[in-house]
């Protein structure tokens, strides 16, 4: 079993006790010890028993449960768990805004054993008269178990980035040749997949290789010949209309895809723009910019330490940034509303102030500005009154509670954020998780607009669950002048590798070195922050 495998095991040992009423100090402990696993970042596949048991907050017993998890591929706990509980039933447990309690309630009190019939019994109400429900609880339960159908079997490129790479470089050894390439979605960088598709140019039989522990994405191998290689990975990379746009013809011994495009009077379009959207058009006038490369990136903004949610502390957050050869570290801790997440009372804020100055001394001339998370309460102010406000170098505002509204609501909510002097960042705009949560409805238009009248950046959050401002927005942010900061929203220091997935897709919405926010330079930086936020 993998680290992800054995918190998953545990995740769902804890829920199926709390199901079955089991002794609840015993559930909090693995609950508790599961979320710091999650942030640990320990390969528990491999760590000792001896190790295990050092890491902070898992005690004995949970240790030799891993341990029993390593050693066996299974916990004797889990599995009488699991012979007590309808397979459906622990398919609700899957459903977000269902814990076990309501779980239980469902399966006992309405004699619900599996998702479909939840479906059906919301469709007959019947969940609205159940204490603890009712309609909107009945409402959020559909949408919640429509969203999970319509996204079943499909993957965050993250999750299968690597697991791909790998196949691409034993197909390559296996059958001695170059001609081996991602191709489809994954070349694209999209960030939702369905599958992995890989073209080989070989007259040989081609098998895919077995890897340990692959994710259970299916891969589509396309074989051609040698001679096809080049026009088969051009074909099969981009979309239909991308295809169809540049008028290609299918030609054999085409010696690389730039050569393709120039035979076709074209630009060369890099994979992931292919979306058949209107790079073709902009290719024929030669008007696709340079688009932006991870080594562009000067600094990092928007991250956590152990002052609210984050795993390592402020110090250990800057070393390691500073390791990595940025020039800067903000630090967005969360705001005081944020109590779930350890939000900053204003004592803890002057605290935190004061360890940035002395670290700055410190690390000079690396540079810790001095953020905050303000969360956009329900009426869209921040989370802190002026004189608070006024002691950052700049402010990521950002939705976290309250997510129940409709368009109208969610866009004037933002926009008031937007127009507040002291927002200079507006963080992951739709509050979506890719695959798990919609996000909130907005006026993407009237949103970007505001953040153009305003001088407020807008945020594009590289964790690879939000990915937020979706891409298909950036065109629109560099057409009224708004730049995009690709923050990785690091809860700890190995989060700043975020920042890639982040330039992934920043580079689908075509954006360049220019209009990124922090492509500038710590000085070009210091600059924005004393000319944006009022300091009087």
């Known amino acids: 079993m993998n680290t992800e495998e054995i918190i998953k095991s545990l995740k769902l040992t804890a829920k199926l006790m709390e199901l079955h009423n089991e002794n609840p100090f015993k559930v909090k402990s693995i609950s508790n010890a599961v979320f710091k696993l999650d942030k640990v970042g320990v390969d528990l596949a491999s760590a000792s028993l001896d190790e295990l048991e050092q890491i902070d907050g898992i005690g004995k017993g949970i240790a030799h449960k891993i341990h029993e998890l390593q050693t066996t591929n299974e916990l004797k706990e889990l599995n009488q768990l699991m012979g007590i509980t309808p397979v459906g039933v622990i398919d609700m447990l899957t459903i977000k805004g269902l814990g076990p309690k309501k779980v239980g309630q469902l399966w006992h009190e309405l004699n619900i054993e599996s998702t479909g019939e939840l479906l059906y019994a919301c469709h007959e109400n019947r969940l609205v008269a159940l204490k603890g429900f009712g309609a909107k609880t009945q409402e959020a339960v559909k949408k919640a178990i429509e969203f999970k159908q319509a996204n079943a079997g499909k993957f965050h490129y993250a999750s299968v980035e690597q697991y791909a790479i790998e196949l691409v470089d034993l197909l390559k050894k296996k059958n001695k040749t170059e001609l081996v390439s991602l191709t489809g979605a994954i070349r694209r960088k999209c960030e939702v997949l369905e599958q992995i598709d890989i073209v080989v140019g070989s007259e040989s039989k081609i098998e895919l290789p077995v890897v340990k522990d692959a994710p259970a994405i299916s891969v589509n191998l396309i074989t051609c010949s040698p001679d096809d290689f080049y026009s088969t990975l051009f074909k099969t990379t981009a979309t239909p209309e991308h295809v169809n746009g540049t008028g290609f013809q299918f030609v054999s011994k085409a010696e690389s895809e730039e050569k393709i495009y120039d035979s076709l009077g074209l630009q060369y379009i890099e994979p992931e723009l292919r979306e058949g959207k209107d790079e073709v058009e902009l290719a024929r006038k030669n008007k696709i910019p340079g688009l932006i490369k991870v080594n562009d990136l000067k600094g990092i903004l928007h991250n956590h330490s152990t002052y609210s949610d984050g795993l390592n502390t402020l110090k250990e957050m800057a070393v390691y940034c500073k390791e990595l050869g940025y020039e800067y570290l903000g630090i967005c801790d969360h705001s005081q509303t944020a109590v779930y997440a350890g939000g900053l ?192």
Request: glycine share 4%.
């Open 345 to 536: 009372k204003p004592e803890r804020v002057r605290e935190q102030h004061t360890e940035i100055e002395a670290l700055n001394k410190e690390l000079a001339p690396f540079k810790i500005f001095k953020g905050i998370e303000s969360d956009i309460l329900n009426d869209g102010s921040l989370d802190y009154k002026e004189d608070i406000l006024k002691t950052f170098d700049f402010v990521v505002a950002s939705i976290h509670q309250n997510f129940k509204m409709d368009i109208d609501k969610a866009t004037s909510r933002l926009i008031r954020a937007i127009e507040n002097p002291y927002t200079t960042i507006l963080g992951h705009p739709t509050g979506r998780l890719l695959l798990y949560r919609a996000g909130y409805p907005v006026d993407h238009k009237k949103i970007i607009d505001a953040c153009a009248a305003n001088n407020v950046v807008m945020e594009l959050n590289s964790h690879p669950y939000r990915l937020d401002i979706d891409w298909r927005w950036i065109r629109y942010c560099l057409e009224k002048g708004v730049k995009i900061s690709i923050n990785p929203d690091a809860h700890e220091k190995q989060g700043y590798h975020d920042m890639y997935y982040g330039v992934c897709i920043a580079r689908k919405g075509m954006l360049t070195k220019e209009m990124c926010f922090n492509t500038l330079t710590r000085e070009e930086i210091i600059k924005h922050f004393n000319t944006k936020n009022p300091k009087s």
